[in-house]
């Protein structure tokens, strides 16, 4: 191949592609999209890692650029491990040393693999691992660290979007983590997703935007709800909902305040008598993986959070304290909403009805069985956002 040319561009877009695992044959199809995009787009670059055993060939990573509609760069060599953190943290280093060279306004890198929303993703099948969501933040941190060592004249560069190719990863818990380390958008699914999923388009919408950050979320959610990929020539769509949301630290810090206080005053309420009348407003609210044969897979407790908080001021048999608390949680967590849509009937989920899936979700157990279903090996609690917001408390209370 030749030798890596890189041209100033808007984005430089970085794409980790975990293929060891049953995803691996379709959803490399966002490789063949990067290049199209590039090819029509010169204000986006790709880097890539992408470990695979597709065509039959032994588990192996390919790490190269694409630019100009050109796989440049390529170096073969021995699988990497897609779930150690370590890695992750060296491919946010080389994707921020390739947007220093090509002079890009913005760097994003999306993860393209399961995801389990609070419990992580990056599942490597032939390690037997999973990278938890606080570990993907870290090594994000890290990444950034490794590239300001190297490049001190380029320090202040960093990773200002996650793309989430991977399903479940619209949470509160997961937006709370990115944001600490710096990172200002998150754009993912609260719900699972059908692979290939979010297609390579949304580099383009976000380089077109980088100076709008609501018209970038738009055209990134248009991309994802409006893609069309088939299965025996029958259409399909690769998301039921999906959302842009916005990372700023006094956004994410007025929303879990305002969280907090609302889990705070529902477990006095719960001991003052009002338990039932909870339990029954979140009980309600269907959780994620709204589909047929589902019942095995824990994340029917991953609530809608906007939707959650909105029954729960409605309900006349709570306090007027609540229920106002529950009225500004609902509007602290819809100003992280840059964009979204959702799907009033998505057929491959048996038709399911997502439109209370705005933005993203909270983990609110209601039976013990919910709690945290396969813990230890993963876990949707271990993370910061769970306990500073008193969700633990809550779910004490209600489970």
């Known amino acids: 191949m030749d030798a890596l040319t890189l041209q ?81 943290a060296a491919f946010v280093a080389q994707t921020l040393d390739d947007a220093q060279r090509s002079g890009a306004k913005r760097s994003w890198i999306e993860l393209v693999d399961h995801g389990g929303g609070d419990g992580g993703g990056l599942e490597a099948d032939s390690k037997h691992a999973l990278m938890s969501m606080p570990a993907i933040a870290s090594a994000i941190a890290e990444g950034e660290r490794m590239h300001a ?42 719900e699972t997703m059908i692979s290939p999923g979010t297609p390579s388009t949304v580099a383009a919408s976000i380089a077109d935007n980088v100076e709008n950050p609501s018209a970038m979320a738009r055209g990134v959610v248009n991309d994802v709800m409006k893609a069309d990929y088939r299965i025996d020539g029958m259409p399909y769509a690769p998301a039921a909902a999906y959302d842009v949301l916005d990372l700023a630290p006094q ?64 309900d006349s048999r709570l306090s007027a304290e609540v229920r106002a608390d529950a009225t500004t949680a609902a509007s602290a967590v819809q100003h992280l909403v840059l964009a979204h849509t959702e799907s009033s009937a998505y ?41 500073a917001t008193d969700e633990d408390q809550l779910a004490g209370v209600l489970a």
Request: net charge negative.
């Open 8 to 88: 100033p561009r808007a984005v430089q877009f970085g794409i980790y592609r975990d293929g060891d695992n049953n995803l691996d044959s379709n959803q490399c199809n966002v490789l063949g999209q990067a290049v199209a995009v590039s090819k029509h787009d010169g204000a986006v670059g790709f880097t890539v890692q992408d470990t695979t055993a597709r065509n039959g060939e032994a588990l192996h990573t390919n790490s190269y650029q694409i630019a100009g509609g050109r796989v440049q760069g390529v170096q073969v060599g021995k699988a990497h491990d897609m779930a150690d953190p370590k890695n992750l």
């Open 149 to 190: 060592a190297a490049h001190p004249e380029d320090a202040g560069r960093g990773i200002d979007g996650v793309v989430a190719n991977q399903c479940l990863m619209s949470t509160m818990g997961f937006a709370d983590a990115l944001s600490k380390v710096g990172v200002k958008y998150l754009a993912a699914s609260p």
């Open 251 to 314: 956004k994410i810090g007025v929303a879990e305040n305002a969280i907090k206080k609302l889990d705070d005053a529902l477990v006095r309420a719960a001991h003052r008598g009002e338990r039932t009348a909870i339990r029954s407003d979140v009980a309600r609210e269907d959780g994620m993986v709204r589909f047929p044969g589902s019942d095995g897979l824990p994340w029917h407790a991953d609530r809608p959070a906007i939707a959650t908080y909105d029954r729960i001021a409605a």
């Open 347 to 387: 057929a491959p989920f048996g038709g399911s009805d997502y439109r209370d899936a705005v933005g993203p979700t909270v983990h609110l157990p209601t039976s013990h069985s919910q709690v945290d279903p396969w813990a230890p090996k993963v876990s949707e609690t271990a993370n910061a956002f769970y306990h």
